[in-house]
């Protein structure tokens, strides 16, 4: 599945995203944790987001604040 993402979510490229390609996808999921609003974030796959988590190079304020969601919720 190939998307055009939201200029204030990606603003380096205006090429289409490949969310079928695992790297692009895990970089698309960065990139809207990082830059996107509300809406964005719920579009998400909150099971992705929890599983690749440790993976993502967040900033320690957003990788914190999804930690801190995910044990909430055990």
């Known amino acids: 599945m190939k998307i055009k993402p939201k ?24 990139q809207v944790l990082m830059h996107g609003r509300a809406e964005d974030i719920a579009e998400l796959d909150w099971e992705e987001i929890k599983k690749l988590l440790p993976e993502l190079e967040l900033p320690k ?12 919720q055990m």
């Not at 979510?9 to 960065?30: A, F, G, M």
């Not at 304020?61 to 909430?72: G, N, T, V």
């Open 7 to 30: 200029r204030y979510i990606v603003w380096s490229t205006d090429k289409e995203i490949d969310l079928s390609n695992p790297w692009q996808r895990k970089w698309y999921i960065r």
């Open 61 to 72: 304020d957003i990788k914190s604040l999804w930690e801190d969601y995910f044990a909430s």
